[in-house]
């Protein structure tokens, strides 16, 4: 007598209820504060972001550069209108740009009923990039989606041809899931995007790695890192 075949299901997740959906909160570090943005800030990130240079740090978002206040303003305005996403201004409180907003960064893709959260439209000033500024404050937003909103998963997704995000999703510990192709259609152009992930098993781990990273002592009396983040990262990937 045969008999029939269970099919494979996930692990339970036991006592898993939906998580809360994330407030414009302010996350306070040693080098930065991520706090809600508000048009308040509009005029520093046109200065920070909007120079005559500065047009490939817009290459990747779905508008060009906006030349403009005025245009940025309808761009960001666009951004907060948003019903699900929560975008956040990065202030640095040290360096050369310190209290000004230098950045923006959203929350976006927000699941709670599957713990499941996304950092994305991410923008950073020349100033902020490559700065223990910049790496804190994705720090503070992956810990709060973690930490104190109790999600599962944390995303990272980007173009397929944005090298310099795809290093800082590696460099952040985040592990390569694969690639969707033809996935958008983004300013007229074809976009593939890869996706990369953090999930809540993973994390303790990569917050002890950016915990050392950003310790004071790793950096010397200029400010310059001793040990890189990919070091600290390295051995949690095989």
Same mark, same amino acid.
């Given at each position: 007598?045969?008999?029939?075949?269970?099919?494979?299901?996930?692990? +339970?997740?036991?006592?898993?209820? +939906?998580?809360?959906?994330? %407030?414009?909160?302010?996350?306070?570090?040693?080098?930065?504060?991520?706090?809600?943005?508000?048009?308040?800030?509009?005029?520093?990130?046109?200065?920070?972001?909007?120079?005559?240079?500065?047009?490939?740090?817009?290459?990747?978002?779905?508008?060009?550069?906006?030349?403009?206040?005025?245009?940025?303003?309808?761009?960001? @305005?666009?951004?907060?209108?948003?019903?699900?996403?929560?975008?956040?201004?990065?202030?640095?409180?040290?360096?050369?740009?310190?209290?000004?907003?230098?950045?923006?960064?959203?929350?976006?893709?927000?699941?709670? @009923?599957?713990?499941?959260?996304?950092?994305?439209?991410?923008?950073?000033?020349?100033?902020?990039?490559?700065?223990?500024?910049?790496?804190?404050?994705?720090?503070?937003?992956?810990?709060?989606? !973690?930490?104190?909103?109790?999600?599962?998963?944390? %995303?990272?997704?980007?173009?397929?041809?944005?090298?310099?995000?795809?290093?800082?999703?590696?460099?952040?510990? !985040?592990?390569?899931?694969?690639? !969707?192709?033809?996935?958008?259609?983004?300013?007229?152009?074809?976009?593939?995007?890869?996706? !990369?992930?953090?999930?809540?098993? %993973?994390?303790?781990?990569?917050?002890?790695?950016?915990?050392?990273?950003?310790?004071?002592?790793?950096?010397?009396?200029?400010?310059?890192?001793?040990?890189?983040?990919? %070091?600290?990262?390295?051995?949690?990937?095989?």
């Amino acid at each position: 007598m045969s008999h029939p075949i269970t099919p494979p299901v996930g692990a +339970p997740v036991p006592g898993w209820q +939906p998580r809360p959906r994330p %407030e414009p909160v302010t996350l306070a570090g040693v080098h930065v504060r991520v706090e809600p943005l508000t048009s308040a800030r509009y005029s520093d990130l046109y200065a920070a972001t909007c120079g005559d240079g500065d047009d490939d740090l817009w290459t990747y978002r779905p508008v060009d550069r906006p030349t403009s206040l005025p245009t940025l303003w309808m761009h960001l @305005a666009g951004v907060l209108g948003s019903p699900t996403d929560v975008t956040f201004a990065l202030v640095p409180t040290t360096g050369p740009a310190a209290g000004t907003a230098a950045g923006i960064a959203s929350y976006l893709r927000v699941e709670p @009923a599957h713990g499941q959260i996304e950092v994305g439209g991410i923008l950073l000033s020349r100033v902020l990039q490559r700065t223990a500024a910049a790496t804190e404050a994705i720090h503070l937003l992956m810990r709060h989606a !973690f930490d104190d909103l109790g999600y599962r998963r944390f %995303e990272w997704k980007c173009d397929s041809l944005n090298e310099p995000s795809r290093r800082a999703a590696a460099r952040l510990g !985040f592990a390569y899931e694969g690639r !969707f192709r033809n996935h958008l259609v983004v300013k007229g152009r074809n976009r593939d995007t890869d996706w !990369f992930s953090v999930t809540d098993a %993973e994390w303790p781990a990569v917050r002890a790695a950016h915990e050392r990273w950003l310790d004071p002592a790793n950096f010397d009396d200029r400010g310059r890192q001793r040990a890189a983040l990919s %070091e600290a990262t390295a051995s949690i990937r095989p």
